[in-house]
């Protein structure tokens, strides 16, 4: 298993289809906290997921959220 980022972005005006996307698809993202910048006017959404690969990390995300997030292998690092 890798560990990815998900970060999916979308416009000002498609917050609510990007939250409400999540009710129809079965996901163990859903109900779980992250962190994002709608509040900030910014509107991106960032997920932190353990997955066989990026199509299964993509998997875990409703359509109209995956096709507006990019995804990144990430591993832990030691800043000296």
């Keep these: 298993m890798a560990r990815y980022m998900i970060q999916h972005r979308h416009e000002p005006h498609e917050c609510g289809v ?17 962190v994002g910048s709608c509040l900030t006017g910014d509107h991106r959404i960032w997920w932190t997921l353990d997955a066989v690969d990026r199509d299964e990390a993509l998997a875990q995300l409703p359509f109209f959220v ?14 000296p």
């Design 66 to 79: 995956a096709e507006r997030s990019t995804v990144t292998e990430i591993r832990d690092v030691l800043i």
């Design 18 to 34: 990007a939250y409400a996307a999540f009710k129809g698809h079965t996901s163990p993202l859903r109900h779980r906290q992250t």
